[in-house]
C-alpha cells in the first residue's frame, strides 16, 4: 500500500499523514512511496505514545496537585525495543507509586488545613476594624485524590483499547448529498443518511406516511423526508439499461416523404365502420357484436398515387381512452357526424382528443341519404365547437358523405390528401424500426397476436423487438388484408406474431440488437411496474384504512376481468372504475388478455370476487372449479351489457334505503286512568288515520318525547285497528304513561328502497 492509499483509509490528507510519519523517525518522503505493515505498526506507537502516555503528578507550593509531561527522555525510552505490554507494566508501576506519594502528601496536608484554619480563626478575632478578612480558599484535597484516581483510570483504559478501533462522535452536523433513485428501500435511506432505520420511520408518520425499514417510498416522498432530517435530496434518473440500449440508436440516412395515417373517430352508430368498409370494399361491421366497434381496427387503402392508412376507433362512451390513443398516433382525423343527430356527447369527446394531439381534422357528413339530413345544423353546431367550415370562412374541410351510397367519398379521400400535403409528413425509411401498439391478444393457436403502426425505420422477419414487458423474435408479419410480408415500413399498419406475451395496447415498441438486450429491458420495466404497484397498493390500503374509519364500512366489488385484446380491457376497467359512488365501488382485483384459467378462479377464491369474461370463456379445468366452488362467472360480447351487469351486482350490495311516511297524526284531549288499560289518551284525529300495529311517535311543543308502538286503540267501548281522520278515540301507548292535554300522536310507516348507482 501507498502513502496516499493510506492517507485515503485513515481519512486525511498525505501531506499530514507524511509530516506525522517523519516526526516517527520513519524515511518516507512522498505519496508515492509504499508503506509496510512495520511501518503502521511504529507510526501507532508513536501516535499512542504522543497522545495517551502517563504523566506524572506532583505538588505546587500552594497546595495544588498538578499533571507533569514526561520528559523527552523517558518518551524516547518508551518508544525503544521494549514491548507495548512491559510498557504498560511499568506506567501502572509508576502510577502506583505516586498514589503512595499523594497519600503520604496528603496527611501533611490535612495537618496544614487544621492549622491555616486555627490561624484564622484567631485572626478574625484579633481584627480592629471590624471588616472581616478574606480567608484562604481551603484546599480540597479529597476532590483532588478523585481527579487523580479518575485520570489514572481514564489512561489505563485507552491503553488496553487498539486505536485503530476508536472512533470520534464528529462535533457538529454534517450536511450530505443523499442520491436518492425513483424507488428505495427505507433501511437503504438511512443507512445513506448514516442514522438508525426508526428515525426515518418516525420521520414518515409525521409526514402521514405508513411505512416499515423493510418497505419501498418513492423518491419524492425520500427528498422530503432527506431534507426534512437535514441532508440535501439529490434525485437520480435511473441509467437503465433501457435508456443505455435505446438511447444508442441511430438512423444514417435523412427523412423521406411517408403515407398519411388516419383515424376515423365520432359518435357510436354515426357510420364510421360503415364508411370504411365502402372505401376498403368490405364488410366489417358485420362481425362486430351489437353493430358496434369495440376494437381498434386499422387497414390500408391503396389510393391511385398513394396510399393512406386507416385506424377505426370505437365510439361507445367507455372506449375514451382508445379513441385518445388513436388521436395520438395519427397525422389527420376524420371526425364523422351523422347529419340526422348531428354533434353528440363521443363527438364533443373526439373533438377535443384530435386537438389536443394536435393533429389536422376533416368532417365527415355522413347519412346525408336520409331524409331527416341536416348538413348545414351539422354544419352550425360544428362552428360552436370552434370548428368552422371552409365556406363559412374557417379553415376545416366538411364534406357531405353517404356511406351506403357512396356520395362524396371520393372528394373525402381528396380532402385527406390534401391535408397530407400540407402536413409534409416524413420518417427515416432505414434502420431498426419503432412504432406504437395499436392493439393485442392472445389466441388460442397462434398465441401473442400484436397489430404494430410503424412510425420509423423498417420492420423484418427475423428482426427482435420489445415493447413493454413484452419481447419476441418476429415471426410472421401480415398486413391488413393478410398477406405475408417479407418487411414493413413507416405508415404501415401490419400484424406481427412470435411476442411471448400480449403487450399493453398504447406501448411503444423498439427493435434492438439481441434476445439479451430484449430481455434486459423487459425485466426492468417489470422491476419498476412492480415497485410502483407495491406502492400504489400500500397507499390505497391505507387510503381505504382512513376512509373506511371516517366513513364506515364501504362495498367493495371484486372483479376479475379477462378480455380478448388488451384496449377492450383497458376500456372496460375505465368504466368499471368509474360505476360506483362514495357508498360502494368496483376494484379491479385483476385484468387479462386471453381465455379464463384455472389461475384467473383461483385468485376469484381467495379474493371473493366476481369473473367477467369478455369475448373469452372458461377453459374446462376453470369451469370445474367455477362449478365445485359456486364461483359467480358470466360472460358478454357488448361492453355496455357488461358494465350493466356489474352496476347491477353492486346495486345489489348497497343497503337499502329506509323512508318514513307519516300515516296520521291525533291530538290529546284529556288523559283518562283505566284500572284493565292504565293510562288512556282521550284523542282528535285531526290528519289520515291512527293504524293500531304502526309504530308512534309522542310530541310536545313539536318535538318528540317518546316513540313506541300502540297498545290499545279503541272507539268508544269497541277495540279498533283504524280511526280515520276527524274521529274521537281512546289511544293506550305501551310502557308509556306520562301523555298530557295538548300533546300530539303521530302514526308512521317504515317503507324499504333498493338503493341505485
Not at 283504524?722 to 300530539?744: A, L
Request: aromatic residues 4%.
Amino acid at each position: 500500500m501507498k502513502v496516499k492509499d493510506f492517507a485515503k483509509a485513515l481519512k486525511t490528507e498525505p501531506s499530514v499523514l507524511l509530516e506525522r510519519m517523519q516526526s516517527a523517525g520513519l524515511s518516507h518522503k512522498s505519496e508515492s512511496d509504499e508503506i509496510t505493515p512495520s511501518d503502521k505498526q511504529a507510526l501507532l506507537l508513536f501516535l499512542k505514545d504522543r497522545k495517551s502516555g502517563p504523566k506524572k503528578v506532583v505538588t505546587t507550593s500552594d497546595g495544588d496537585i498538578k499533571a507533569k509531561p514526561k520528559s523527552s527522555a523517558t518518551r524516547k525510552k518508551t518508544s525503544s525495543g521494549k514491548s507495548f505490554t512491559d510498557n504498560i507494566e511499568a506506567k501502572r508501576k509508576a502510577a502506583a507509586e505516586q498514589l503512595k506519594e499523594q497519600q503520604k502528601k496528603r496527611e501533611d496536608q490535612i495537618k496544614e488545613a487544621i492549622r491555616l484554619k486555627q490561624e484564622q480563626a484567631k485572626a478574625s478575632k484579633k481584627s480592629v476594624t471590624g471588616i472581616p478578612q478574606k480567608p484562604t480558599q481551603p484546599v480540597d484535597v479529597k476532590d483532588q485524590l478523585s481527579k487523580a484516581a479518575n485520570e489514572y483510570a481514564r489512561k489505563e483504559s485507552s491503553f488496553s483499547q487498539d486505536s485503530s478501533h476508536q472512533f470520534e462522535k464528529p462535533d457538529e452536523f454534517i450536511k450530505k448529498d443523499i442520491e436518492i433513485p425513483s424507488t428505495i428501500l427505507v433501511g437503504e435511506l438511512a443507512k445513506l443518511m448514516s442514522i438508525k432505520g426508526g428515525e426515518v420511520v418516525k420521520e414518515l408518520m409525521s409526514l402521514g406516511v405508513m411505512a416499515t425499514i423493510n418497505d419501498s417510498i418513492d423518491q419524492e416522498t425520500a427528498i422530503l423526508v432527506t431534507e426534512e432530517i437535514g441532508h440535501n435530496g439529490v434525485q437520480v434518473v435511473d441509467e437503465s439499461v433501457e435508456d443505455q440500449i435505446i438511447g444508442q440508436i441511430e438512423y444514417s440516412e435523412d427523412q423521406s416523404p411517408r403515407s398519411p395515417v388516419v383515424t376515423v373517430m365520432g359518435h357510436v352508430d354515426h357510420g364510421k365502420t360503415s364508411l370504411l368498409d365502402y372505401i376498403r370494399k368490405s364488410k366489417v361491421a358485420d362481425g362486430e357484436a351489437g353493430g358496434i366497434t369495440q376494437h381498434i381496427g386499422a387497414y390500408e387503402v391503396e389510393l391511385k398515387d398513394s396510399k393512406i392508412t386507416f385506424i377505426d376507433t370505437p365510439g361507445h362512451a367507455a372506449f375514451s381512452q382508445m379513441r385518445a390513443r388513436g388521436a395520438n398516433t395519427t397525422d389527420v382525423v376524420i371526425l364523422v357526424v351523422a347529419a340526422n343527430d348531428s354533434v353528440m356527447p363521443q363527438t364533443e369527446e373526439a373533438i377535443n382528443h384530435a386537438k389536443a394531439a394536435e393533429v389536422s381534422m376533416v368532417v365527415a357528413i355522413n347519412k346525408i341519404d336520409l331524409q331527416d339530413a341536416d348538413a348545414e345544423k351539422v354544419k352550425g353546431d360544428l362552428a360552436a365547437k370552434d370548428l368552422v367550415p371552409e365556406d363559412w370562412g374557417g379553415n376545416v374541410q366538411m364534406i357531405p358523405v353517404s356511406a351506403q351510397t357512396g356520395e362524396g367519398i371520393d372528394k373525402l379521400l381528396e380532402a385527406v390528401a390534401l391535408e397530407s400535403e400540407l402536413l409534409e409528413l416524413k420518417a427515416h425509411h432505414s434502420g431498426p424500426a419503432q412504432g406504437v401498439i395499436l392493439e393485442a391478444e392472445l389466441d388460442k393457436f397462434k398465441g401473442a397476436v400484436a397489430t404494430l403502426l410503424i412510425q420509423n425505420g423498417t420492420l423484418k422477419v427475423g428482426d427482435m423487438i420489445v415493447s413493454g414487458m413484452s419481447y419476441g423474435k418476429v415471426k410472421n408479419i401480415s398486413s391488413s388484408s393478410s398477406s405475408k410480408l417479407k418487411k414493413a415500413g413507416p405508415s404501415d399498419a401490419i400484424e406481427v406474431l412470435g411476442l411471448n406475451s400480449a403487450p399493453d395496447a398504447g406501448e411503444s415498441f423498439q427493435v434492438v440488437k439481441s434476445e439479451k438486450e430484449a430481455r434486459e429491458i423487459a425485466q426492468f420495466r417489470e422491476s419498476s411496474i412492480k415497485d410502483k404497484k407495491v406502492l400504489k397498493q400500500r397507499d390505497e390500503n391505507l387510503g381505504n384504512l382512513f376512509e373506511n374509519m371516517g366513513s364506515g364500512s364501504k362495498k367493495i366489488l371484486n372483479v376479475v376481468l379477462k378480455a380478448d385484446v388488451a384496449g377492450t380491457s383497458e376500456a372496460i376497467s375505465a368504466a368499471l372504475h368509474d360505476a360506483g359512488n362514495d357508498e360502494a365501488s368496483i376494484k379491479i382485483v385483476s385484468t387479462g388478455v386471453g381465455g379464463i384459467s384455472e389461475s384467473d378462479v383461483n385468485l376469484a377464491l381467495a379474493t371473493e370476487s366476481i369473473v367477467l369474461g369478455f369475448n373469452v370463456r372458461a377453459d374446462n379445468a376453470a369451469k370445474k372449479l367455477v362449478e365445485e366452488n359456486d364461483v359467480s362467472l358470466s360472460y358478454h360480447s357488448i361492453i355496455y351489457e357488461l358494465i350493466d351487469d356489474a352496476k347491477a351486482r353492486l346495486t345489489g350490495m348497497l343497503d337499502p334505503i329506509i323512508k318514513e311516511e307519516i300515516v296520521g297524526n291525533a291530538e290529546v284531549l284529556e288523559v283518562f286512568n283505566s284500572p284493565k288499560f292504565g293510562q288512556v289518551a282521550g284523542c282528535m284525529v285531526v290528519e289520515g288515520s291512527i293504524l293500531i300495529n304502526k309504530p308512534v311517535r309522542v310530541l310536545r311543543d313539536d318535538v318528540v318525547i317518546h316513540q313506541g308502538e300502540l297498545d290499545s286503540l279503541r272507539r268508544f267501548k269497541d277495540d279498533v285497528g283504524e280511526v280515520k281522520n276527524g274521529t274521537e278515540c281512546g289511544i293506550g301507548i305501551r310502557n308509556y304513561k306520562d301523555i298530557k292535554p295538548g300533546d300530539k300522536i303521530e302514526v308512521y310507516d317504515r317503507k324499504e328502497e333498493a338503493q341505485s348507482l
